[in-house]
């Protein structure tokens, strides 16, 4: 007995439940828990947006009737936006009334079903659902299965960096440096190190919402490969007051084929027949090289020795070497490197030129010292006859009264003649007279 009242009460209560459900959508067909219910009203928005504290979020918006029964377009109509409460009657922005408690503007046209809203001056407490209403003389409808999330905060978003998957030198791409632009109205200045005259594009989203980005075409080389890309954002807050700033960087990763491709000997200069070399072959590459090739020169061409970056072997003769790196994007060849094999006077072979030419040095050096005595020698003899000669004239013409006068003395003998014509002298005496000659 006791179980069928019970039954019976049960069965009461749920019906009496119901019945209220069914008049309060009857009353007001918005006061539900949820979508759960058939919607008469929808929007066309995105299911989340997030803004920053001190500016605006604009929110794209249009909106559609399924039943659209009373509803008269001709009509003045009202939109509103509610906060979420058990029964979204929490209203932050009546399109009707002048003051409201979020500040709030509808800027579409109602009439043409534009519901686009633009939040001022957001708050971070002004995180929270959002529902948008239709409010007519003979229509009311709330689209409860189209809430809007809006979060708000405090610091700026990072920029975003968009570079190609796969860079490959020579290869021209487009890097592209991007931000959110919840506020259009007060868009984000962008700056980065790859260029300073960049052109900021505000560009429009599939959902209605917008960005911000700047562009730059760059040829790749190798050279670029590690590159760090530093691209800053500065958002203007408090109707550009104030700023907020955020930075990103992202590193190019550049492949490219094998760089300074060389080869290395050891040991290095002369060596001796049977004795044995290393050679060593590097390169610079990315991916890394994957495979070296060694080749000898002849007059007939390259020959391929060996394979991978070390080849040793014995050395028999003078000959020309060379290596080839290779990887997907490429291959570089090195210089050639030669190899001379010491011969049985290559030891004191320096030495001995040092030697000779010393002294043919020292010989050279004595005959220019002699030749330059002999010529010096020459000249002051020339110059002594020249002066002994000049002096001889100049006695020759100068005036008697002025030359001084050499007197030699001279022996005269005189004989006396006899009485007869005979010219024999008998005997007879001789006198000796001195007299004065001028030379």
Same mark, same amino acid.
């Given at each position: 007995?006791?179980?069928?009242?019970?039954?019976?009460?049960?069965?009461?209560?749920?019906?009496?439940?119901?019945?209220?459900?069914?008049?309060?959508?009857?009353?007001?067909?918005?006061?539900?828990?949820?979508?759960?219910?058939?919607?008469?009203?929808?929007?066309?928005?995105? /299911?989340?947006?997030?803004?920053?504290?001190?500016? $605006?979020?604009?929110?794209?918006?249009?909106?559609?009737?399924?039943?659209?029964?009373?509803?008269?377009?001709?009509?003045?109509?009202?939109?509103?936006?509610?906060?979420?409460?058990?029964?979204? /009657?929490?209203?932050?922005?009546? *399109?009707?009334?002048?003051?409201?408690?979020?500040?709030?503007?509808?800027?579409?046209?109602?009439?043409? /079903?534009?519901?686009?809203?633009?939040?001022?001056?957001?708050?971070? =407490?002004?995180?929270?659902?959002?529902?948008?209403?239709?409010?007519?003389?003979?229509?009311?409808?709330?689209?409860?299965?189209?809430?809007?999330?809006?979060?708000?905060?405090?610091?700026?978003?990072? !920029?975003?960096?968009? @570079?190609?998957?796969?860079?490959?030198?020579?290869?021209?791409?487009?890097?592209?440096? *991007?931000?959110?632009?919840?506020? !259009?109205?007060?868009?984000?200045?962008?700056?980065?190190?790859?260029?300073?005259?960049?052109?900021?594009?505000?560009? &429009?989203?599939?959902?209605?919402?917008?960005?911000?980005?700047?562009?730059?075409?760059?040829?790749?080389?190798?050279?670029?490969?590690?590159?760090?890309?530093? $691209?800053?954002?500065?958002? !203007?807050? %408090?109707?550009?007051? #104030?700023?907020?700033?955020? &930075?990103?960087?992202?590193?190019?990763?550049?492949?490219?084929?094998?760089?300074?491709?060389?080869?290395? @000997?050891?040991?290095?200069?002369?060596?001796?027949? +049977?004795?044995?070399? =290393?050679?060593? $072959?590097?390169?610079?590459?990315?991916?890394?090289?994957?495979?070296?090739?060694?080749?000898?020169?002849?007059?007939?061409?390259?020959?391929?020795?060996?394979?991978?970056?070390?080849?040793?072997? #014995?050395?028999?003769?003078?000959?020309?070497?060379?290596?080839?790196?290779?990887?997907?994007?490429?291959?570089?060849?090195? &210089?050639?490197?030669?190899?001379?094999? /010491?011969?049985?006077?290559?030891?004191?072979? !320096?030495?001995?030129? @040092?030697?000779?030419?010393?002294?043919?040095?020292?010989?050279?050096?004595?005959?220019?010292?002699?030749?330059? $005595?002999?010529?010096?020698?020459?000249?002051?003899?020339?110059?002594?006859?020249? %002066?002994?000669?000049?002096?001889?004239?100049?006695?020759?013409?100068?005036?008697?009264?002025?030359?001084?006068?050499?007197?030699?003395? +001279?022996?005269?003998?005189?004989?006396?003649?006899?009485?007869?014509?005979?010219?024999?002298?008998?005997?007879?005496?001789?006198?000796?007279?001195?007299?004065?000659?001028?030379?």
């Amino acid at each position: 007995m006791r179980d069928g009242c019970r039954s019976l009460m049960t069965a009461a209560f749920v019906n009496v439940v119901m019945v209220n459900m069914l008049l309060t959508t009857l009353i007001d067909p918005d006061v539900v828990a949820g979508c759960d219910v058939t919607a008469h009203l929808f929007i066309s928005a995105p /299911k989340t947006m997030e803004a920053l504290s001190g500016s $605006c979020l604009q929110i794209p918006c249009n909106y559609s009737i399924v039943d659209g029964r009373g509803f008269d377009a001709s009509q003045p109509i009202a939109g509103l936006w509610l906060k979420t409460t058990p029964e979204l /009657k929490n209203v932050v922005f009546d *399109s009707r009334h002048e003051h409201h408690i979020h500040p709030i503007n509808i800027t579409g046209a109602l009439k043409e /079903k534009d519901c686009t809203t633009l939040f001022l001056n957001l708050l971070t =407490n002004y995180t929270d659902k959002y529902y948008f209403r239709i409010d007519s003389p003979n229509y009311k409808a709330t689209a409860v299965c189209d809430p809007l999330d809006i979060k708000v905060k405090d610091s700026a978003w990072s !920029p975003t960096v968009e @570079i190609p998957a796969d860079l490959k030198e020579e290869e021209s791409v487009t890097v592209t440096c *991007s931000a959110l632009t919840p506020c !259009p109205q007060y868009p984000p200045e962008l700056t980065w190190n790859l260029q300073t005259d960049s052109q900021r594009h505000i560009k &429009e989203k599939t959902d209605g919402s917008f960005i911000t980005k700047i562009q730059k075409n760059i040829t790749l080389s190798d050279s670029d490969d590690g590159f760090t890309i530093n $691209c800053s954002v500065r958002y !203007p807050v %408090n109707k550009g007051e #104030n700023v907020k700033t955020a &930075e990103t960087q992202q590193t190019l990763s550049v492949s490219y084929s094998p760089k300074n491709t060389s080869v290395s @000997i050891s040991p290095s200069g002369l060596v001796s027949v +049977g004795s044995w070399v =290393n050679l060593t $072959c590097s390169s610079r590459a990315k991916p890394p090289v994957s495979s070296f090739s060694w080749f000898r020169i002849s007059k007939d061409g390259d020959i391929k020795v060996a394979d991978g970056d070390f080849y040793s072997f #014995n050395v028999t003769e003078n000959a020309e070497y060379r290596c080839t790196a290779t990887n997907r994007m490429g291959n570089q060849t090195s &210089e050639v490197i030669v190899l001379h094999i /010491k011969g049985p006077f290559d030891g004191s072979l !320096p030495y001995l030129a @040092i030697l000779g030419g010393g002294f043919v040095l020292i010989c050279l050096i004595i005959c220019s010292l002699a030749l330059l $005595c002999w010529r010096r020698k020459k000249s002051t003899n020339s110059t002594a006859q020249q %002066n002994q000669a000049r002096t001889i004239e100049s006695l020759s013409t100068e005036p008697e009264s002025t030359t001084e006068e050499n007197i030699h003395y +001279g022996e005269i003998k005189f004989t006396k003649k006899a009485s007869t014509s005979s010219a024999q002298i008998n005997g007879g005496e001789v006198d000796t007279i001195y007299a004065q000659v001028k030379v």
